[in-house]
């Protein structure tokens, strides 16, 4: 790891300024990529702005009929958070598969929206629930902050303090973990909304990042079941392939995740 | 250079080291406690696990400056040669290990998983999920799953006798 200033921000505000302030200044949250990059020297930067000690951006209340989640708050916490399984039993389990339990008891939601990781978990959450991404300028909607392969609408020193999500009536997120990464191949989050909107998200597969699946939210809005999806793929032209899988591949991943997200949801 | 303090083993410590530094640097090279492995230092096999706040973390991947204020506790902070902790009694007796290598790891993530689940509530299948953070090359888990199985089933029958 090359050199860098560590530094410990008191607020939001402190966090912004350090950032800022810095040559080359990056937020850094659990660090749970961040770190591994910085020791592979593919990221070297100048500062590092710990807002993990941040009272006001941590922890998770109601919101409504929802639940508002704070930027440096961990995936083990909103795993076990007794509000967000009864609210969004979906949010839940998908915090409680990402990584491993260290990993967990580190890594933050803020940190992974962020770095927009296409092949993360929480993207197609954000997305198929309709949250709402605050930052210290502004609120955006989730589908305006992810603009594409590791890059979202965030500013040079723009900090994300919380994650806004709706109340949703179903829930539910099921992947299909690279054996060996444990990241997602294919990962597709299912949703109806308190309106009854249906809206269904894919991350791992595609070649943006995250993206909705028009065709299956049709389906499922006239029948919400697990065959309503089963004979939808996106196309694979628009998906990745790599060693790990062929385009092909993960384009019947996406039905097949489908189809398990629809049934767990109920 | 940045002054790091914390409770390492129940005891005050503080140094002073590079921002850069990553708490199992500080643990091995600064305070000489070697049980604390590094294997893979890609953040993937968990040999390096140690609990900050009584938490199961890897120590490769979190900087010393991190944990400035924290309790932290490593494998020589959990038992003694003449005083093992149930886990580690359980690995001795069930050969839970070949090498080695990677037990201080399986040892800290046991003891966090039985922390979290209560003793006695731990099965075969969510030891195993558990463990997907601590990779082992010589044993297939099989008698690490059952030195951890039958730790969290003896510290249960400790709790009780002691109500």
Redo the contacts between chains.
Sequence with gaps: ??????H?AGSAAEAADLLAKADDGKI?GG??TL??T???RLAAPSD?V?V?QIAEMKGICADGEGVAIGAATTH?EVASNHLVKSKLPGLASLAGGI?????R??GTIGGSIANNDPAADYPSALVALGATVVTNKRELSSEDFFTGMFETALEEDEVVQSVKFPGAQKSAYAKYPNPAS?YAMAGVFVAQGSDGAVKVAVTGAGQDGVFRMNDMEAALGSNWSADAVSGIAPNADDLLSDLHGSAAYRANLVTVMAKRAVAAAG | M?KVSMVLNGKSVSADV???T?LVGLIRDVRGLTGTHVGC???QC?AC?VH?NG????SC???A??A?GSEVVTLEGVGSANNLHPVQAAFREHHGLQCGFCTPGMIM?AI??IN?HGAGNLDEKTIRH?L???ICRCTGYQNIVKAIKSASDQMAGMAQAAE
Excluded: F, I
Excluded at chain 2, 55 to 58: D, F, I, L
């Design positions: 790891m090359y050199e860098t200033t560590y410990r850094l660090g749970q770190l591994p910085m020791k592979q590092l710990d993990t083990a990584g491993d339990p260290a990993v008891h580190m444990r | 940045t590079e921002d850069r990553l230092d890609t953040s968990g696990v900050v938490k199961a973390v890897k991947t979190m900087l400056a991190q400035d993530s966090d998983m979290r558990e997907e953070g601590n």
